[in-house]
């Protein structure tokens, strides 16, 4: 059956990811824009997109960098927002772990919060899928989802030099933020985190080169997982 | 922003090779073992830890100075609402940012 060829799992990945091709490319477009509106060139705009490939953490530095912000606060900052894809290096290793160490290179570089979530949704539905349709599912999944972020911040990049730079559109990166984080509020715990990091965040303010909110995250992390063990959840 | 275009390429590196490095962690390295259950339960909650702290400030007193601004702290709220309840990322923002366009007309 062409079902069982691998290349009918990459289509079958593209297809299945291709909602996201519409919902990924205003947020895409918009690091685009504000990055170029905030001083970057559309080499560094882009180059940003294709290096590090994760929006959050993105428009994070972009943010910290038009407070001009200490270098090594702006990396940690970055790599605490993406800490969350250790997670999910953890979850896809059982599934594909025995890939060779090529293709698990290439599989890191695309293992982002969408493509993350779906193939591990499929895997889990389908434990009986060889490991190359596994890769060629996530190989298609991976194309729906990351040309639109390329593609979009190349747009945004370009775009975004035509914009006059009185608009308020710095704005955008908050309301960006506060709607990523909102989708995730779940639980108990991931309000009491969220309320944690904003008050100390608030309190801690005044504390040179944003350090304040290294503390702030810190201590919310810990807090979401106290209250998830007082609530004895296990996920 | 006042980073040299150096600084600039240099910070876009550091970030890209460390959220590789993340990336690439269990999958590259560690197999398929399984990670701490306390690291885990941490780990879950990051997002949510750095994302609202990190925008605080810029909501609640946006030049630097003590004065709120109303569109914001209004803006902020219709784009968390939303969210919450949709879990649409993309619905979220256009509520946020609709909210904001027409309070600050």
């Known amino acids: 059956m062409a079902s069982s060829r691998p290349n009918s799992y990459y289509w079958q990945g ?23 509106e905030s001083g970057l060139s559309i080499a560094q705009t882009i180059g940003f997109s294709f290096i590090v490939v994760a929006g959050a953490s993105q428009f994070a530095a972009v943010q910290l960098m038009t407070e001009d912000a200490h270098f090594a606060v702006i990396v ?9 894809m250790a997670m999910y290096s953890a ?12 293709q698990r290179a290439i599989v890191a570089y695309l ?24 890769l060629a599912y996530f190989m298609g999944l991976s194309t729906s989802v990351l040309s639109s ?24 990166v908050p309301i960006t933020f506060l709607a990523l984080a909102s989708g995730l509020l779940r639980t108990v715990a991931h309000w009491a985190a969220a309320a944690s990091s904003v008050i100390i ?31 004895g959840r296990t996920q | 922003m006042t980073y040299s275009t150096t600084e600039i390429w240099a910070l876009i590196g550091a970030i890209g090779i460390g959220t590789y490095v993340i990336r690439f962690s269990f999958l590259g390295l560690v197999g398929s073992r399984a990670m701490p259950d306390w690291a885990m339960r941490l780990l879950r909650y990051a997002p949510v830890a750095v ?30 609402l939303i969210g919450w309840r949709s879990g649409n990322l993309v619905a979220a923002i256009f509520a946020g940012g609709g909210t904001f366009a027409l309070l600050s007309l």
Do not use: C
């Open chain 1, 91 to 102: 979850a896809l290793a059982p599934h594909l772990g025995m890939a060779p160490l090529w």
């Open chain 1, 76 to 84: 940690a900052t970055a790599l605490a927002v993406n800490l969350r």
């Open chain 1, 14 to 36: 593209l297809r299945a990811a291709a909602p996201f091709i519409i919902a990924i490319a205003p947020f895409s477009i918009v690091f685009g824009v504000l990055a170029v």
């Open chain 1, 201 to 231: 965040a608030l309190a801690l303010d005044w504390v040179p080169l944003n350090l304040g909110l290294l503390i702030a995250a810190g201590v919310a992390m810990a807090v979401g997982a106290g209250v998830e063990i007082r609530n």
């Open chain 1, 111 to 134: 293992n982002v919060d969408q493509t993350f979530a779906m193939s591990v949704a499929r895997y889990e539905a389908e434990p009986q899928l060889t490991l190359s349709q596994r």
């Open chain 2, 51 to 80: 994302l609202p702290g990190l925008v605080a400030p810029a909501v609640m007193w946006p030049d630097g100075d003590a004065a709120m601004d109303p569109a914001r702290l209004v803006a902020a709220a219709v784009t968390v």
């Open chain 1, 149 to 172: 972020w390329f593609a979009g911040s190349i747009f945004g990049a370009v775009a975004g030099q035509g914009i006059p730079k009185d608009l308020s559109l710095e704005f955008a």
